[in-house]
């Protein structure tokens, strides 16, 4: 079992050695699967034929042409699901580790400093990005590579929005997070920290301020609920804050009664993504019992295979088809335990249980926040909340010059499907700004 009381990064990279023997298995397909299996084609097997030779410079110029964050994509990416789930080697059972080779590639490079960015001038306009999550940075940085000025209006003290409290220091560690928002500063992309758009300045204020295009990609930041009894208490906690919170604590920025989860604790985690098997499993860490209880079959369930068994090792439990019903807690407002409802696997029987609970920990999704749509004049959303964005320019809301991407117009997705979207929405930006500039030209 992982030693519980480390909260540091869980996998270990390859050593040099390790990363060329690991390439030299690759076959540089002529019709590579693991390239089209990537969200955002990522050329794995040339950037592996240059590591095959030791050439790690050329091998992170090839990645970084398509990645902005590759030392986050080879940490979090669904690998098993995407590059590596279609490595042809993998019908063996040996496919390529694409992810592994890639954050030791990117790694290396932050520790070697091999290759230095060709910056451009930046002179076809100015843009103003609205969060410093996946979608903001993908954004700044490709736009910055074209040549735009960019600027990064982040509501909170440092970047990275879901990358920094969403997702836990033993999977990603901070000083990564810290490593690619600083290679995006030193492309000439200017951050403001603690700036709030929506409840300090306003879109009108950046347009007045000469902005050409301004790009919203402020994620999800609303948790979503469950309306039975008991689902105010005060006991019940979303996992994003409760993220969020464990690691604004670790950095010095919170007390430890805010995390709300204790030693000795028996915590319930609701969900079956990714999220709720990161909250177990820093519940587990912080000395709670915990089990997660999902809707559906393990089958069903959305989270990684591999990061359902790393929880299973570290003692997270799982109950399959089990529905949270109520929250029961006495005079003092202090959970006691919870009502589920759960179906019998074999013959589709229901039955309920009472449970013994201190917390539960929901982990059923988020919807973006509302405050910057309001306070945005004709940025249309829907009933959930998502921003509405058209096809051409791609990206640009019912807003002539505002764009979104990544969760915030297109629902919860993962860090490079997030990715994907923002690049689509770069060169949208990039099309509608140089059209802007020739018809004021003449
Ligand atoms: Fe290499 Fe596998 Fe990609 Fe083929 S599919 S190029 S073997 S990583």
Redesign the pocket.
Known sequence: MTNLTKFEEVNESFTLAEAIQEAQ?????KA????RACPIENE??SW?RELKKGNLGNAISIIRQKSNLPSICGRVCAHERQ??G?????RQGN??R?GKLERFVADFDAEARLTHDNIPEHTRGRVAVIGSGPSGLTVAGDLSHMGFAVEIFEAEPHCGGVLRYGIPEYRLPKEVVAREVHHIQAMGVAIHRECSVGSGKSIDDLFSDGFDAIFIGTGLSHPNTLDIEGGNSKDVVWALHFLTKYQLFREGLADENEINVSKGHRVYVIGGGNTAIDAARTAVRLGARVEILYRKTAEQMPALKSEYEEAVSEGVGFRWMTNLKAVHCDSNGEMTDILVESQDLENGALKELTLSADRVILAIGSSPSTRLVRASNGVESDKGGYIITRESPYGMTSRKGVFAGGDVANRQSTVVHAMRDAKQVAVGIAKYIDAIKLVESL
């Open positions: 298995r690759c076959l540089e397909c590579p699967m693991c390239q794995i097997p592996i590059c590596e279609a490595c042809v080697l993998g496919a390529i694409v």
